[in-house]
């Protein structure tokens, strides 16, 4: 099994960063793929990115790219989401996610979830 906590949500003013993280641990040797989805209030969860463990290839929400970075630190066990440029619509809870040997971006297809961060962005 892996363990997933999510930090560095916060309140944010539209066009500032934030810099999330997701420490993972236990099995950390079964990673092969981690995902960011984000649960706005009175949505759905989505997808938001997606990063291959090992070779660093990465996936995104289109609506996103060229505004988030996903990335991760090998030795840490840590996956990271840097924001960019924030906009209201980003506001909701971001979760971490893995468990899957393929690329995927359903809620469905994740096994282990992190309790997720709250991101908050005032204009």
């Known amino acids: 099994q892996v363990q997933l906590v999510e930090s560095g949500g916060g309140l944010v003013q539209t066009g500032g960063s934030l810099r999330l993280s997701c420490a993972a641990s236990g099995r950390t040797s079964s990673v092969k793929y981690m995902a960011w989805f984000r649960q706005a209030p009175w949505k759905e969860r989505e997808f938001v990115a997606s990063i291959r463990w090992c070779e660093g290839s990465t996936k995104y929400l289109d609506s996103v790219n060229g505004r988030f970075t996903i990335s991760r630190d090998n030795a840490k066990n840590t996956l990271y989401l840097q924001i960019n440029r924030l906009k209201t619509e980003d506001t909701g809870v971001y979760y971490c996610?893995?468990?899957?040997?393929?690329?995927?971006?359903?809620?469905?297809?994740?096994?282990?979830w992190g309790q997720g961060t709250k991101v908050t962005v005032s204009s």
């Open positions: 996610a893995t468990d899957v040997t393929y690329w995927a971006s359903a809620r469905h297809e994740y096994d282990f």
